[in-house]
Structures are given as structure tokens and as C-alpha cells.
């Protein structure tokens, strides 16, 4: 049943991009959940990012559980905190927040997730996690209290990205921040993708189709989106199947 991370390599490979919607339990109920995922079904959306930054308790469970109903599409945490590890779902991705200094975000929540991920059935995924800044505080740097790396210190993120994958980690996301004003740069994406072997996850800012094209060229194997389709479910018009 390990096989979400075998698919993304698949996909990698095969140069087929990926797009994940970000649902956040803060905001999205699991009343009226159903009609959202049909429209997840019927767009190009290959997979279903779950989590936030300030969620509580208990209500990522009850939104995953709701949310599988719906789809055949994995389901993966995308955990804000230890509270968030839904076993209803298919895998989780174990964020190293590799641009901040904080051993909690580098080691400390992962070995309090241990006692409950063992009791589930996740497939969990070793992810280095890099925000970068883009022109205001995002949730990620108040929560964690560590600051973003630099839009112009592009040989520093490359350094660091590759220092995750040698680490092992299986999965590097460069991070603008929920709701950013603009995406993470393309001349960084592509220079952190022709650095790394594993597959690279972009979010955050992403608003129209163009960019997300954009940054498909550039390098990102999945990209993530969530305030685009929050704000305006016409978002998935442009993204038909
Ligand atoms: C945030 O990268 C994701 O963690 C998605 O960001 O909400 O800006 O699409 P947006």
C-alpha cells in the first residue's frame, strides 16, 4: 500500500506535473465538502493536500474522513502541527522545515508524532520544507518563529535543498506562504529543480493559470494551491480535465 510516493516519482519521471489542492479544516467544513470535491474530481487536481497552520484539535480527522467519501484521489496531511495526523488518510508528508533554525520544526514535533503515527497506517513521506520570503509575514513564520530565506539568496536555498535530499529526505517544497503576494521566483525554482534528483513541490501565491504554467516550466513536479480555489471556486473552470 506504499505507493503515493512511488507514484509521484512515476509521474516525475514521466514529466507529467502534478497539482494538489490545499485544504485548510480552519476553513473548510466538512458540511458541504462534497460539492468542492466534485470539482476536484472533475479538474486536473492529482492529488489533496490537507492541513494549516492553526487548526483544532480533532478537525482534521473529521474533514479527511469526509473528504475520502467523495474521491479515489490520495489524501495527504500536510501537517501544521501534531494535533493534524489524520489515519483516514493516505499518506503524510513529515515536514522538515529545513529554512529555520528551530529544532522543534527540524526534529522536536516529529519525535512527539511518533506514538501516534504508529498506530496508523500512513505512508509518510520525509519532506524538506524551505519558505522563502515574499514581501509579508506569513503563518509559517509566526507559528515556527523562523525567519524565510532571502527571493535574491538563490545559491543559499540551493544549498539548502540539496543538503535535505542528502539528509534523505524524499521531497523538497519551496514555500511562498499561504496566500503570498506572488509566487516563488522562477529563475529559484529552476535552479533548485537542476540541483536535486527528487521530485520539487512549489506553493504558494499561485492565482491564475498562467503562473501556474509558469512554474511547471520551470521545474515544479507538483504545485500546490489553496487561497485561489478558497476565494474563487470558478478557479476550477480554468482547470478542466
Ligand atoms: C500553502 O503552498 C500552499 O502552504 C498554498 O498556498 O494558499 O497561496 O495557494 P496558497
Known sequence: MRKIYQDILASTSNKEKL?????????????????????????????????????????????????KKYTNLPVIVFPGDVSQIAEQADAILFL????????EYLIGKHVKAVSKLKKTDLEVIPTGYILI???????????????????????????TAI????????????????????????KMISEVKNAIQIPLIVGGGIRTKEQLNNVYKSGADLVVIGTAFEEDELFFDNLQK
Request: no cysteine; glycine share 8%; proline share 4%.
Open 19 to 67: 497539482l494538489a489542492v490545499l485544504i485548510d479544516p480552519d476553513k473548510m467544513m466538512p458540511e458541504g465538502i462534497s460539492d468542492f470535491i466534485q470539482n476536484v474530481n472533475n479538474s486536473i487536481i492529482t492529488h489533496i493536500f490537507v492541513g494549516g497552520s492553526m487548526v483544532e484539535d480533532n478537525k482534521t480527522e473529521k474533514l479527511v474522513s469526509e473528504i
Open 96 to 103: 522538515s522545515l529545513i529554512s529555520g533554525r528551530q529544532s
Open 133 to 159: 520570503e515574499n514581501g509579508k509575514e506569513t503563518s509559517v513564520q509566526k507559528v515556527t518563529q523562523t525567519l524565510p530565506m532571502l527571493r535574491n539568496d538563490i545559491q543559499l536555498v540551493v544549498d
Open 163 to 186: 543538503a535535505g535530499e542528502l539528509l534523505g529526505m524524499k521531497l523538497i517544497y519551496l514555500e511562498a506562504g499561504s496566500g503570498a503576494t506572488h509566487p516563488i521566483d522562477i
